[in-house]
């Protein structure tokens, strides 16, 4: 095994001299599914938008594949094969299921038999490719957006709690719909507050207290850790390591 993604000492937030993050550290096997949990603020959100350029990093590095990408433009994403999904607005709602995945295709020169395969991929998305996206279910506007995230083959897929707000039984086809991309190669690294479900299907776990590291390992043995349920169903709060 070997990792995709190591992230050392990083230190990141939204304002000058104030970090979120502190010396937080991270390790991503290749193919795996890999979840960061943690109390609410924890900074979860905050760590894969370090990872992917989007909040500025003061100290620490990113590494993807051997080389430094601390601090990427946005605009670099793509062609490091890195792909970010938001929890929120990460889908045109007044466009059609083909538009938005068109918007993300435009620039491969092989998008119209990429098109053909991410339909094959997810079915429900091609019976309904001339809907618009905000009409579809919430489970499908996810697939939607996991579709659109995977467009341009990316090696590692961000993606910030995709259960979010779905009924348990579509959060569990979403969990299983990240489980099975790494299948396919692709890395997936995600946020959940859906604790358990997403750590009966991740590889590794890394849990997150007050922007630093509390605890990490694979995620059978976090889902049996009691520590996890003080923290989570509210008993004893463990403060950061
Ligand atoms: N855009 C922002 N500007 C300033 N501070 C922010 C911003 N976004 C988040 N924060 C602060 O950063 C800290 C970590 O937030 P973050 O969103 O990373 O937490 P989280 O672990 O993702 O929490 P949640 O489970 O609620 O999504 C919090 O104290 C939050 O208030
Ligand atoms: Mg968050």
């Known amino acids: 095994m070997s990792a995709i993604l190591t992230v050392e000492g990083l230190e990141a937030g939204y304002v000058r001299d104030l970090p979120i993050l502190r010396q937080v550290r991270l390790s991503v096997e290749r193919a795996s599914l890999t979840v960061i949990i943690g109390p609410n603020g924890a900074g979860k959100s905050t760590l894969i938008k370090a990872i992917a350029g989007l ?9 993807l594949d051997g080389a430094e990408i601390t601090g990427i433009r946005p605009d670099q994403m793509g062609a490091l094969g890195l792909a970010y999904v938001p929890q929120t607005d990460n889908i045109f709602r007044h466009l059609s299921i083909r538009e938005n995945l068109s ?38 506007r996810q697939m939607l957006a996991v579709a659109m995230a995977l467009a341009n083959r990316p090696r590692l897929v961000l993606m910030d709690e ?54 990490d390992g694979p995620a059978a043995d976090i889902l049996s850790d009691p520590v996890v349920g003080e923290i989570y169903l509210g008993g004893k709060r463990v403060g950061a390591a």
């Not at 053909?116 to 809907?131: I, N, V």
């Not at 009924?167 to 990240?178: F, H, R, T």
Request: glycine share 8%; hydrophobic share 45%.
């Open 55 to 63: 909040v500025p990093v003061s100290a620490g590095r990113v590494v």
């Open 103 to 140: 918007l993300v295709l435009c620039r491969l020169p092989d998008r119209a038999q990429r098109l053909d395969e991410l339909y094959a991929l997810f079915p429900p998305l091609a019976a309904k490719h001339k809907d618009r996206a905000g009409a579809l279910s919430g489970g499908q």
């Open 162 to 215: 995709p259960s979010a707000g779905l009924s348990p039984k579509i959060a569990a086809e979403v969990l299983d719909l990240a489980r099975s991309l790494t299948g396919q190669g692709v890395t997936v690294l995600l946020v959940e507050q859906n604790v358990k479900q997403a750590l009966r299907v991740a590889d590794h776990c890394w849990i997150l207290a007050e922007g630093r590291n509390r605890i």
